[in-house]
């Protein structure tokens, strides 16, 4: 056993966390922790409920690779559900598709079902958009049909950028300033400088354990800075309760189970408005929106992975904070909802409000996100404009942008537009 625990803890990449308490890791390192939990017992089937939900692009990669390295060399059965299927798809040897709503499960290999779902990863929906077939799956084969598309020259189309730290300093909603922060003599985040204004939509990304649930925390006072500050609206929160900062900054934690306590959805509403003092507002496009509509008076702790987070995420923005903090927002969500999430931010963004979200969901950033901010192992390696920051990271980019290698194109719609021009 105890040489198979040594082997588990590399293969996955958690020798380093050996020693730690559990309740001291990050989401992604607890998730990893769990994987190997079961990977050690050497079972000859493996079910997985979202095993990458909370993973960096990297660690996703590590984790799916072993699986299936153990699938070809032991022959484990492997069963796993996912919602980012750019992710899977091409380590499946079949898909079963469970529509919903009594509709008829569809069985069959990654090709046969995809091609006939609505829920398909971005390549896959830029294939089926240009007819391309067989349909790619992978990156390597969509390439071969990208190659053959005439697309204007870089000259044509470039569009001035925006994002980029520093755009908002002048009249900056949150401002950090040189903050350290450590957990019991380990370091976390080592002199965060972060502006950022209204009307940006920051994501912030960077490997499982970087520090990203630790930067949001400070912004609502969860955790305080050993040294630095934090200014929102210019004012220090030093001193500051975080009830009175939860007036106006919205957050949404990892863990959204751990906002919900009501009976019902809607209560869960109802209580935030009330403890705004905004009883009696209209919410009708915020349920519409996270497509929350039909669970309004369902228990929400009895709701699925996606709905909770839906839920959840209704709780906090249905007082329409000013400052919108969403950690991993979109854990059990389905390229749907994403994209009605994603909407309904840029709505947000129009209307002046500052969001940062920490993601590892690639497509989610390419999707909304001007301005994407790194942290590796606790300080801001790059902060810059998302179509750059994307194009130049081999972890970071959209499936569209490996696609074609230009910063141009990062999303489906922009490679349609750039062929009917
Ligand atoms: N309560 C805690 N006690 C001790 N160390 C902690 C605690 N919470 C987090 N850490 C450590 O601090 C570092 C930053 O953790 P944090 O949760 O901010 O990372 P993260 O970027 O949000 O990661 P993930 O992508 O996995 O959510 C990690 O090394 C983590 O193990
Ligand atoms: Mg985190």
């Known amino acids: 056993m105890r040489k198979r625990i040594e082997e588990v803890l590399d293969q996955i990449n958690i020798a380093h966390l050996r020693h730690r308490k559990i309740n001291t890791l990050s989401g992604g390192e607890k998730q990893r922790v769990a994987i190997g939990a079961v990977l050690t017992l050497q079972p000859k089937i493996l079910v997985l409920d979202e095993p990458t939900s909370q993973l960096d692009p990297q660690a996703a990669e590590e984790v799916l690779t072993t699986l299936q390295k153990l699938n070809s060399d032991l022959g484990l059965t492997i069963v796993l559900s996912e919602h980012r299927l750019e992710r899977v798809v091409q380590y499946a040897d079949r898909i079963l598709y469970l529509p919903g709503q009594g509709g008829r499960p569809l069985l069959g290999s990654p090709r046969e079902v995809l091609s006939q779902v609505d829920l398909m990863p971005p390549l896959v929906k830029l294939a089926k958009k240009l007819d391309w077939t067989p349909l790619p799956l992978t990156i390597k084969e969509g390439r071969r049909f990208a190659r053959s598309l005439s697309l204007p020259s870089p000259a044509d189309a470039a569009e001035p950028e925006a994002g980029g730290n520093g755009r908002g300093a002048r009249n900056a909603l949150l401002l950090m300033e040189d903050l350290w922060f450590s ?5 976390a985040l080592k002199g965060i400088n972060l502006s950022v204004g209204p009307g940006e939509l920051v994501a912030l990304m960077g490997r499982n354990g970087s520090g990203k649930t630790t930067l949001l925390k400070h912004i609502v ?42 009976d019902t959805v809607r209560e869960e509403l109802e209580f935030t408005l009330r403890s705004h003092n905004l009883s009696g507002a209209r919410y009708d496009d915020l349920l519409q929106s996270l497509q929350l509509s039909g669970l309004l008076d369902s228990y929400p702790r009895d709701l699925s992975g996606g709905e909770r987070q839906r839920a959840a995420l209704a709780a906090i923005l249905v007082a329409d904070p000013a400052i919108i903090l969403l950690d991993e927002p979109t854990r059990g969500l389905d390229y749907y909802q994403k994209q009605a999430l994603s909407q309904f931010l840029s709505q ?4 002046g409000k500052a969001i940062i979200m920490s993601t590892h969901d690639v497509e989610l950033v390419a999707s909304c996100a001007e301005r994407v901010v790194i942290l590796g192992e606790g300080q801001i390696v790059v902060d810059g404009p998302a179509r750059k920051v994307m194009s130049d990271s081999m972890v ?5 942008n490996k696609l074609f290698g230009d910063d141009r194109l990062i999303v489906v719609e922009d490679v349609l537009r750039a062929i009917a021009q």
């Open 183 to 187: 957990y019991n003599g380990n370091e």
């Open 396 to 400: 970071f980019s959209s499936q569209v």
């Open 348 to 351: 947000k963004k129009a209307e």
């Open 221 to 262: 006072g969860l955790i305080r800075p050993a040294r630095g500050r934090v200014q929102l609206w210019g004012q220090d929160i030093k001193g500051t309760e975080v009830q009175s900062i939860a007036r106006k900054v919205g957050y949404v934690p990892q863990d959204p189970g751990s906002l919900l306590f009501a």
